[in-house]
């Protein structure tokens, strides 16, 4: 029953006040983060919906897709770590009840934002193809991977600007906004997949262009929606035309003082993920193609995991913004108890269910499925890890303690996580399954070294 008591969460010594107790705190906590749960969850349901739904058109369209993810999520790693940035100093200055630096952060955010996303664009857009070909792309993919990864391209700003403009709302505690918005967007998303990529209901018969294509619009929806949302003029986050053409040099260095901690941390954590991927994609097409049923299904159960991160990192920059050390504290533990026992019914329904949610991907050989069933073992069992070591690091970043998340991305995600999956790939001659067993081995060093800078309390320290 000591878990349930919140008091002794805290040294006697530590107290600033009142500890509110679990029950409170729970509820305080899952306020913020289930919407961000659901958020997570349907943009990975959508994902894993596309998989299924290009898998339609043959497994080597659905091969293609998995290979442009990399590039796609390359460029998405640069407006991560931008709102990062901006969802930290919003929720301190949110918690601090200061509206007006809240309101110029975001602004600066969106203008960022901006140059940021349409750069992006027009530099994958003309590289599409060497880079489906340098991420492992075949003969047999090599033409569907270049048209998926060009249209996606095209369309990334609305994407960039509606994930800013969410940052925030996740800032003030507004994750509801966020999920609502990503709710329409995900509807649209099947709607047009389910109209371009076959060609029903008159429409034209698209195939992979026709997934890319309602995945822009879909994007494009949720960006404005978003914009509404700022537009409002009762909205605590209020857009203002005059301020966009204005620069607040106080809150761009405020930005720059988090800002290139969180892209190293993005970066290195992206270059792992993409020498994870080529270590992948050149093991051949039926590697790919079961790595990429497995992974769309681990990123739906992950989305959870996600969600506390979010919400706690929100939760937690609220109560620093509040000058309360010890409720920081307090709420931060009770996030990372709740993320625990759901990452334990989410490994007991992965390794129970992993055959029937395999069979959605109608995988086209009895070789492919068997291999797919093995992996999601492995994945039903990293998700204990993944889920401790994932909220830990939200609240690390939420904290402002930017400097050791880009610092474990680097010795874990870019450095062990493609060393062992490559000797357990090759050398060793595990295949895929191998790749899955260095993935589960860098979830477990995260988890330990975040545990380590958690019970250390620097992160209490820094000032955003």
């Known amino acids: 029953m000591r878990i349930f008591q919140t008091e002794r969460f805290v040294k006697e010594n530590e107290k600033q006040g009142d500890i509110p107790n679990f029950t409170k705190v729970t509820k305080d906590v899952m306020k913020i983060v289930w919407p961000s749960m659901v958020e997570g969850f349907l943009v990975a349901l959508v994902t894993m919906f596309d998989g299924i739904m290009v898998s339609s058109i043959g497994n080597n369209a659905n091969s293609a897709v998995t290979i442009t993810k990399q590039p796609i999520f390359f460029m998405i790693c640069f407006i991560t770590a931008l709102n990062i940035a901006l969802t930290a100093i919003v929720s301190r200055r949110y918690g601090a009840k200061d509206k007006d630096s809240v309101n110029k952060t975001m602004h600066e955010g969106i203008k960022l934002s901006f140059i940021i996303s349409l750069f992006l664009s027009i530099l994958v857009v003309c590289l599409a193809r060497p880079l489906c070909q340098f991420m492992g792309a075949t003969s047999n993919t090599i033409d569907y991977a270049t048209t998926y990864l060009s249209i996606i391209a095209s369309g990334f700003i609305f994407n960039g600007l509606r994930l800013t403009i969410n940052a925030c709302q996740r800032g003030i505690g507004k994750t509801k906004i966020s999920m609502w918005t990503n709710l329409v967007a995900n509807l649209v998303n099947i709607g047009l997949n389910y109209l371009l990529i076959g060609g029903n209901w008159g429409f034209p018969q698209l195939g992979i262009a026709g997934a890319a294509i309602a995945t822009v619009i879909g994007n ?245």
């Open 220 to 464: 494009a929806v949720a960006f404005i929606i978003c914009l509404v949302t700022i537009l409002m003029p009762k909205g605590y986050l209020k857009l203002q035309f005059k301020q966009i053409f204005c620069i607040d040099k106080v809150v761009l260095k405020d930005i720059g003082h988090i800002l290139p901690s969180c892209l190293i941390d993005q970066i290195f954590m992206r270059i792992g993920f993409i020498l994870f991927a080529l270590i992948v994609n050149y093991l051949g097409d039926d590697a790919t193609y079961v790595h990429g049923i497995c992974n769309d299904l681990n990123s739906l159960m992950f989305t959870l995991a996600d969600g506390f991160s979010i919400g706690t990192a929100a939760v937690v920059g609220h109560r620093l913004g509040e000058k309360r050390k010890d409720l920081a504290i307090v709420y931060a533990k009770v996030s990372m108890f709740m993320s625990f026992l759901c990452a334990l019914i989410i490994c007991i329904f992965m390794f129970s269910a992993r055959n029937l949610l395999i069979d959605l991907y109608k995988p086209e050989t009895a070789e492919r499925k068997n291999m797919a069933s093995n992996i999601m073992i492995i994945a039903a069992f990293t998700t204990l890890p993944q889920n401790i070591q994932w909220v830990i690091t939200g609240i690390l970043r939420g904290s402002g303690d930017t400097k050791f998340t880009a610092a474990t991305s680097l010795i874990s995600v870019s450095g062990v996580r493609p060393l062992v999956s490559y000797l357990l790939c090759y050398p060793v001659g595990l295949g895929v399954i191998g790749a899955w067993i260095g993935m589960l081995i860098d979830q477990a060093l995260r988890m330990g070294l975040n545990i380590w800078r958690f019970s250390k309390k620097k992160w209490l320290q820094i000032r955003v």
